[in-house]
């Protein structure tokens, strides 16, 4: 039943925040490949539109009905990455486009939202102080899946965002110490095989690189080193709007995705990334107050790990672009150009304001 | 109410404590940025700094420059070369002293070629060798990883297939001079820029010049490339055909060979030159290296000056030639008409001094065409008597002399026509009526270049219609623009009579007689030489007495093709000289374009 009074309750202050975040990025993509801009400008600008749209539609819609299609909605998004792994075209490298008409789609990034569904689902029942071993199983197994099948897409980046959401799933529902040592040992494992048979060359330059910077100043490390001269160039108050020599210059990689926010450093200094944090914070407090606002078990699950997972990138991307994290292709949400990352990210918020809006159970008398 | 929450208190804890950790790791990266930003803000500005862009030039070709028939008198061919970024040769002795083992070049010489470039940006490269052979450029290729400052590049190079043919016509280029470019601000030049520095090459060479390509490229703070942004791809300069036919041309120079002089060909009806020959010569082919002072210097300083260009640079006394325009100006004047008659003794006595004709013996009677025909002096010596020098100065100027004829070719001189005005303001003295007498029989100060000698013949078969020479083709003739001396058409009839008379009835210009055709000619003999070019010659071991040989005329008599000017430096008499030499220009010519049916009509 649509009650109208929950849609006071929408949490506009979270979703302004959200757009202005959306729209500072626009006006940077915009400064970062002025040259081609107006294709990625509106194209952002579209999508945002869009975004906005499904989150509506997906406030209307109670969270717990939600809950209801979460395990049809994990299998087909599952069955989709398959599909893709084995028809789909290439491009730039991976398998991971969905090409319709003009749009590309990338069906990993709404496999995040279908995975937080179905852990917030197989939660929501689970009453225990301390995770059982087979929660832990059954959790990590259904990260894990679309985790190998976004990865060997190739898309890396993408696969690690989910370690968050598995992460975020374990503290809730209250890891032991021992299968933390498990998880430990199991990285272990997978990080020398991989080490040795599975990693593409890049991606260990990547790795060896964040250890060494300066080693391979035209491969790797170059694109961490000119991300770095840009942002610390930018000093306080930055070199202007526009005026960025490194982003206008075309030396900073991925400027418009990956590297926006040090266009943002370079361009507007210290103080414009301190605005960007302080933003952030405010934003991401919001999100993780819903989990503490939640009327059940289901809706702090949904709350938490769409906070956990919308914080994580955040964190990954500001410590990747100064060389604190590896260079593993997480853009920073809302602000980043890319279509499917955006409406995700949208749609995750939309989860959170969902459960936020319907806290009160109403009872009729 | 009934309890209707369930108790979540401990995940929220969780929750709450995961959100503590998390705003805990942003405040520590938070703190790394202010690192970044604030304290090591100096460095990386530093290093953003250092970032920019170069653009590379990829020269574009110069466009070819033909003569008439089409053929490629000056051409480009591809050609390496190898240069350097400055930044790598800063301060680095070392380096200087590999690459220049590596080339074969003085290090020296490569030190002071850098230098010379000192106000070129850091990461532009110098040219240091050009016009590479093939086994020099396999070393540079074969070695280039351990010389990575080198830079092999392939430019469209000047060549000039005939050599020494054509070349004061052609010029030559060199490298643009640092003074060249501070002094223009409309071009941007490159170090090491190829530029037209004679003749057509320098006239035309804007026209010439393509627009250089470019290849925009981000270079690190260490002057690498990091990738192209951008390229222009060059656009070939614009062909020029010239009116020169290389053919006459040969053949002219053939006959200028082992001697100092000029000749010009020229068409009277459009002005275009056909010959323009300047002897000695040189092979501009020589000059296009960028390295070669020393070749440079040696022929900057030969004496007999093979790099100036005497059909528009040569100063020469007219002689007889002149005798052309005392003619006109005293036919112009009423002071005779064609019937009026000196008499010629030998000599005569003027001024209490005596004055000789050339011919000893005395040419006795003789009407202006007879005068004209024999060159008499004493005829003109008693025309000079009556005129005023000033009236003579007006209309050999308004035949073209003593000014420019505007041809297409940089550098040209104006030559000088004597009146009282000049010798007041150049002497500060009254001209004396006496030099009158010279300049009536063109001795005196009056000098020409060759190619004014030719304007004039011109507008002389034209009977007073003055064009402008040019070296170009005309391709439109509404655009030609005529213009009309200040002399009545009629009198250069009885002129052209005295000319006519002189090759074909056994005058002084005889030896340019060839039969079946119409030629009218005047030679010209100069007497006086200063004193100063007779110690010149004798250091050269030139007979001192001798003097420069002239020729000019046209052919045929009614609607005149050709025009044909001779000068030979020392030639002794014109009619000995440059006359034979003319009938030689006129017969290739008219075996070339006169059908031979009029063989058999005379």
Redesign the interface.
């Known amino acids: 039943m649509l009650d109208r009074r929950i849609f006071r309750e929408i949490d506009w202050p979270t979703i302004l925040l959200m757009v202005l975040m959306a729209i500072i990025g626009i006006f940077f993509v915009y400064s970062a490949i002025y040259y081609q801009a107006s294709q990625y400008v509106w194209r952002q600008v579209l999508w945002l539109g869009v975004s906005l749209l499904a989150l509506f539609v997906l406030l209307m819609i109670d969270y717990k009905v939600l809950l209801n299609f979460a395990f049809p909605f994990y299998v087909f998004m599952n069955v989709l990455l398959i599909l893709l792994l084995i028809l789909g075209t290439r491009v730039a490298n991976t398998r991971s486009w969905l090409v319709i008409g003009p749009f590309r789609f990338q069906p990993s990034e709404l496999t995040k939202l279908a995975v937080i569904l179905l852990l917030a689902r197989l939660f929501s029942d689970y ?1 225990e ?1 301390v995770m059982s071993f087979r929660a832990f199983l059954l959790s990590s197994g259904l990260v894990g899946l679309p985790f190998i099948l976004i990865a060997i897409q190739p898309d890396l980046g993408t696969a690690i965002t989910f370690l968050p959401v598995l992460l ?1 799933a374990y ?2 529902a ?1 890891l032991p110490k021992k299968y933390a040592a498990i998880i430990l040992i199991v990285a272990f494992l997978v990080g020398f095989f991989g080490w040795n048979y599975m990693l593409k060359d890049y991606q260990k330059k990547r790795i060896e690189t964040l250890l060494m910077p300066g080693q391979d ?2 491969g790797a490390g170059y694109q961490l080193q ?1 991300s ?9 108050t930055g070199k202007g709007y526009h005026k960025g ?2 982003s206008q ?3 900073l990689p991925a400027r418009h995705t990956d590297f926006i926010l040090a266009v943002i ?2 361009d507007l ?2 103080l414009g ?2 605005g960007i ?1 302080i933003v ?2 405010i934003f ?2 919001r999100l ?1 107050s819903v ?2 606002l ?4 289901a809706g ?2 949904l709350a ?1 790990l769409s ?2 997972l919308i ?2 990138q955040f ?1 990954i991307n ?2 990747m672009i ?1 060389g ?1 994290f590896p260079i593993t292709g997480i853009p920073i949400p809302f602000l980043s150009y890319g279509g499917s990352s955006l409406l995700t990210n949208v749609l995750l918020v939309g989860l959170v304001a969902n459960v936020r809006m319907r806290r009160f ?1 109403y ?1 009729r008398f | ?1 009934a309890k ?3 108790d ?1 208190s ?3 804890k ?3 404590l ?2 503590i950790i ?2 805990i ?2 405040f520590l ?2 703190a ?3 690192k ?3 304290f ?2 100096k ?3 530093k ?3 250092a ?3 170069r653009s590379l030039p990829s020269p574009a070709p110069r466009g070819l420059i033909y003569d008439r028939q089409k053929i490629i008198l000056a051409d480009n061919r591809p050609s390496f070369k190898v240069s350097m970024l400055k930044q790598s040769l800063k301060n680095s002795y070392q380096t200087i002293e590999r690459v220049s083992g590596l080339l074969n070049l003085r290090p020296d010489e490569l030190k002071a070629r850098t230098e010379r470039y000192s106000w070129l940006q850091s990461f532009e490269p110098v040219v240091i060798k050009d016009n590479l052979k093939l086994d020099e450029v396999a070393v540079i290729e074969g070695r280039k990883e351990e010389f990575p400052e080198l830079r092999l590049q392939v430019e469209p190079r000047r060549y000039y297939p005939f050599g020494q043919t054509a070349a004061h016509v052609l010029g030559y280029l060199q490298e643009v001079s640092a003074e060249e470019i501070k002094g223009s601000s409309q071009r941007k030049w490159r170090g090491g820029e190829m530029v037209g520095k004679a003749a057509l090459e320098k006239q035309y060479d804007d026209y010439l010049t393509g627009q250089d390509g470019q290849l925009i490229e ?1 270079v ?1 703070s260490l002057g ?1 490339s ?1 990738g192209e ?1 951008n390229r222009i791809e060059p656009v070939k300069g614009k062909d020029l055909i010239l009116s020169i036919d290389l053919d006459l041309q040969k053949r002219a120079e053939e006959l200028l060979q082992g001697k100092e002089g000029a000749i010009v060909v020229l068409d009277p009806g459009t002005g275009e030159c056909l010959v323009w020959a300047s002897s000695p010569s040189y092979d501009p082919n020589r000059f296009i290296s960028r390295f070669s002072p020393d070749e440079w210097m040696s022929i900057m300083n030969d004496p007999a000056g093979p790099l100036e260009n005497r059909v528009i640079r040569g100063l020469y006394s007219p002689g007889s030639i002149f005798k052309i325009v005392t003619a006109l100006t005293a036919l112009q004047t009423g002071l005779i008409s064609e019937r009026t008659a000196f008499f010629c003794s030998g000599s005569i006595n003027l001024y209490g001094k005596d004055f000789t004709c050339w011919f000893k013996p005395g040419h006795g009677n003789l009407d202006l065409a007879e005068a004209i025909k024999n060159s008499c002096n004493i005829y003109f010596y008693q025309l000079g008597r009556s005129l005023n020098i000033d009236i003579i100065a007006n209309y050999a100027r308004s035949l073209g002399l003593g000014k420019i004829t505007g041809v297409d070719m940089p550098g040209e001189k104006e030559g000088l026509v004597p009146s009282t005005d000049w010798k007041r303001k150049s002497q500060g003295e009254a001209w004396y009526p006496g030099e009158t007498i010279s300049v009536a029989i063109g001795q005196g100060p009056v000098l020409v270049t060759p190619l004014q000698i030719a304007a004039m013949t011109a507008c002389l078969a034209n009977r007073g219609i003055k064009v402008k020479p040019r070296l170009t083709l005309v391709d439109n003739q509404t655009e030609l623009k005529r213009e009309k001396a200040d002399l009545r058409p009629e009198i250069f009839e009885k002129v052209i009579e005295g000319m006519w008379r002189s090759v074909n009835d056994g005058g002084t210009g005889h030896g340019a007689y060839q039969p079946g055709f119409d030629i009218c000619g005047k030679t010209g003999s100069t007497q006086v030489i200063s004193r100063e070019q007779a110690e010149k010659m004798v250091q050269r071991g030139k007979e001192a007495l001798k003097t420069h040989s002239w020729f000019s005329g046209f052919a045929p008599r009614y609607q005149p093709q050709i025009v044909v000017t001779i000068l030979v430096e020392f030639g002794g008499l014109g009619g000995q000289t440059a006359a034979p030499m003319a009938g030689e220009i006129f017969k290739a010519y008219r075996e070339k374009y006169v059908r031979q049916t009029n063989l058999q009509g005379n």
Do not use: H
């Open positions: 009453k102080d975020g503290i809730l209250g100043p035209r000119q770095r001269i840009a942002i610390g160039s930018g000093g306080l020599t490194q210059l075309r030396f450093g370079e200094g210290f990334i301190l944090f952030y914070f991401l407090y993780f989990s503490q939640s009327p059940d078990r702090v699950y938490f906070a956990m914080g994580c964190l500001v410590m100064v604190l159970v009872v | 109410m209707i929450y369930e979540l401990l995940i929220i969780r929750s709450r995961t959100f998390l705003v790791v942003i990266v938070m790394f940025y202010w970044i930003q604030i090591d803000y460095k990386y500005l290093m953003s700094e970032n920019y862009l981000t690190d690498r990091m942004v």
